[in-house]
């Protein structure tokens, strides 16, 4: 099979995309003659058929789809390496990409990385924070998408080296005429009587309540599920249902607004991250300082 070339796989994307060669061409500023060439190319070298040719256009086959999913990756990994190289033209001397879970984002990891930043010896040093999930950070810092994670220490880490971050406190924050708004602290289970507002259902504080209820012989009834702690506090407010928040990230915003923040009395609701890596001696110069830093922040 020959190699794949970046163009051809850009093209294949745009004309799932658009469902249609004519568009696609427009997109990409080109005559649909030569997308039809290079597509037909692309099903040649790969021997196996990717589209079904519709009357109104084209639509992936099973195939199709299968490569339109390594098309996208492939493609955001060239867009990387093109942004990460033009930064190092532009005169920066380091360049991290650093993924983190919604949590650590929300509390002290942008903070802690400001301040590496801002040090004299780390002004040519660029670093990029995303937001992932914690499966997701484990998979790209495997694969090497990513040099250094920031995580909830209870994922599985297995292949990957690990040290000591952050730890933050589970609370449950409610409206304060709600009849747990008394409490100075509560456990996990008085809260399932009450409805929940969620977030992502994917994310790991998901996965972990629904077995603590599981655990506790009780469902976990959500009226809402948002997209971020801030919407979360909103429907709070509204006294629409109560939210599991970590304290560190919703204290001051729940001050102003008259809630209520009760800690977890659970042994698992103090959660501790850890900064991991696949291997200190392979990481670059800037990521080894960067990880360092962050491991000396908790302290």
Not at 4 to 14: G, I, P, Q, W
Request: hydrophobic residues 45%; charged residues 25%; glycine residues 6%.
């Amino acid at each position: 099979m020959k190699d794949l070339d970046l163009t051809s796989l850009r093209y294949f994307v745009a004309v799932c995309e658009n469902g249609n060669i004519t568009r696609a061409a427009e997109q990409e500023h080109v005559v649909p003659s030569a997308i039809s060439k290079r597509l037909a190319q692309l099903e040649h070298d790969l021997r196996v058929p990717l589209f079904d040719r519709q009357r109104r256009g084209v639509a992936p086959t099973a195939a199709g789809e299968m490569l339109l999913e390594h098309s996208r990756n492939i493609l955001s990994s060239a867009s990387r390496i093109a942004q990460d190289m033009a930064s190092f033209g532009s005169g920066v001397r380091g360049h991290v990409r650093l993924l983190g879970t919604v949590s650590s984002i929300a509390e002290s990891l942008p903070d802690d990385v400001a301040a590496f930043m801002k040090k004299p010896d780390h002004r040519e040093i660029h670093v990029d924070i995303e937001e992932q999930l914690s499966r997701d950070i484990v998979r790209r810092v495997k694969e090497g998408s990513a040099s250094v994670g920031v995580l909830w220490d209870a994922t599985n880490l297995e292949g990957l080296k690990t040290v000591a971050y952050r730890s933050d406190h589970l609370a449950a924050v409610v409206y304060p005429t709600h009849p747990l708004a008394a409490r100075k602290r509560c456990a996990f289970e008085d809260t399932l009587d009450h409805e929940h507002v969620g977030l992502e259902a994917s994310g790991a504080v998901n996965v972990m309540l629904a077995r603590a209820a599981a655990l506790a012989g009780k469902r976990l009834v959500y009226r809402s599920t948002v997209s971020n702690f801030e919407a979360a506090i909103r429907v709070v407010d509204a006294e629409l249902g109560i939210s599991i928040i970590p304290k560190e990230v919703v204290a001051a915003r729940a001050e102003m607004l008259g809630l209520k923040v009760i800690p977890l009395s659970d042994a698992w609701a103090k959660r501790r991250f850890v900064i991991c890596y696949r291997d200190k001696d392979k990481l670059t110069k800037a990521a080894a300082l960067l990880v360092d830093f962050l491991s000396a922040a908790r302290r």
